[in-house]
């Protein structure tokens, strides 16, 4: 009979053994494994943004001469009618009259400047201007002045008699003015301006109603000019109870600026009004040329002024909590990435909004998590950036979820 070996029980157990303690250690591993492994960071989607609409603005322009109109810090609105060629431009010469001096003898505001003393020369040129039907202010022997005072006649009442007198203070000749006010035209890019002497009463003082916007928005630059043209009435000593020319001045906000009057010019008018529109002060200017006379010219200006005004809007870019974007996961959780804060803008007339929105990775996150931006373009206007938040927690779908959907995540 063949010999039977037997081998020991233990032997026999050995490779069992080693083979479920491998068993157990895959599956530890695995465990381990899906428990730890990294989420990839879940799909993001962005939603389609509806842009706000606006409308093309009408605007009540009048049927004659020159027209020009803006608010200022939205160029563009600046709107014109009529024609665009170089016109006489009467009294609103002192504007220039004024910036040109200022630059030479500068005055801070609330500042009355230098003592000007009236020489014979100057006092002469009252008799010279009213030979000309050219507004004068009386300036009796031995008067002396501040500058600022001498401004408040000039930008008042509109004395050209004061206007000779600062040009001759200011350059000591008409020709050393004219020269000055070239150079000064020149340096602030006012290319359709001409002027010859300061006052206006020379007709080929001239330009065009859109420099005269800038011109308009120089002198409300000026805080001494700005306030002058703002002023109702004043006595000045030696020249009397001075009234402004201005009959608008305070109706429908209207802050200066300047009149005009003269045969080849017309009436004309130089002018500034300021509203409240979304939570902000905005500024018009305008200039109209080529009235037949002042009152239906200031008429025709405060029915421009309202058309103007009526055409600013506040575009809402978007509300707080508006969603931009989605983020969803395998483990059917997710958020909406929204607006941090509601966001809008004051604008003028059409306007054009487009929107891009960014998205940063996110896996897990809690409400309120800065998960990005929107970033708004709208034209004419500087661009506009708006954080994005998660609205709801995405939060890790635990150890049992992992180990049940292996690496579904990764």
Not at 10 to 23: E, F, K
Request: charged share 20%; proline share 5%; hydrophobic share 40%.
């Amino acid at each position: 009979m063949p010999r039977v070996v037997r081998r020991p029980r233990s032997a026999v157990r050995r490779p069992v053994a080693i083979g479920v303690i491998a068993v157990l250690l895959l599956a530890v591993g695995y465990l381990v494994a899906a428990a730890v492994v990294p989420f990839a960071p879940a799909s993001a989607a962005t939603t389609t943004y509806s842009a706000p609409r606006s409308t093309v603005p009408d605007l009540t322009f009048p049927g004659y001469g020159a027209t020009a109109v803006e608010a200022t810090d939205f160029p563009e609105s600046l709107r014109t009618s009529g024609d665009r060629k170089q016109r006489s431009i009467a009294s609103i010469t002192k504007v220039v009259t004024a910036l040109v001096v200022l630059e030479e003898k500068p005055l801070a505001k609330g500042e009355r400047g230098p003592t000007i003393r009236f020489t014979k020369q100057m006092q002469g040129l009252y008799a010279e201007y009213l030979a000309k039907n050219g507004e004068v202010a009386p300036m009796p022997d031995g008067l002396r002045l501040s500058e600022y005072q001498t401004f408040q006649v000039m930008l008042m009442k509109s004395a050209n008699n004061y206007a000779g007198s600062l040009a001759l203070w200011a350059f000591g000749s008409m020709d050393a003015y004219e020269k000055a006010a070239g150079t000064w035209l020149d340096e602030h890019g006012l290319d359709d301006t001409v002027i010859h002497e300061p006052t206006g009463l020379d007709p080929r003082n001239r330009s065009t109603a859109t420099d005269l916007v800038d011109l308009g928005q120089l002198a409300l630059a000026n805080p001494v000019v700005k306030e002058i043209v703002g002023t109702k009435q004043v006595t000045v000593p030696g020249a009397g109870e001075i009234e402004n020319s201005n009959k608008l001045l305070g109706l429908d906000g209207v802050e200066g600026i300047k009149t005009g009057t003269l045969d080849e010019a017309g009436a004309c008018l130089l002018f500034a009004a300021t509203y409240e529109r979304g939570g902000r002060s905005v500024t018009v200017v305008g200039a109209m040329l080529g009235g037949v006379d002042h009152d239906s010219l200031d008429d025709d200006v405060q029915r421009l002024l309202r058309s103007v005004a009526d055409n600013f809007q506040v575009v809402t870019l978007t509300h707080e909590g508006q969603t931009f974007g989605t983020y969803s996961t395998p483990w059917q959780d997710g958020a909406d990435a929204v607006a941090a804060k509601a966001s809008e803008v004051l604008v003028w007339g059409k306007t054009t909004v487009t929107a891009k929105t960014h998205l940063d990775p996110v896996t897990v996150g809690d409400r309120g998590e800065r998960v990005g931006r929107v970033r708004f373009t709208i034209s004419d206007h500087a661009a506009v950036t708006v954080p994005l938040e998660l609205d709801r927690s995405i939060t890790d779908p635990g150890v049992w979820w992992r180990w049940t959907n292996p690496f579904r995540g990764t």
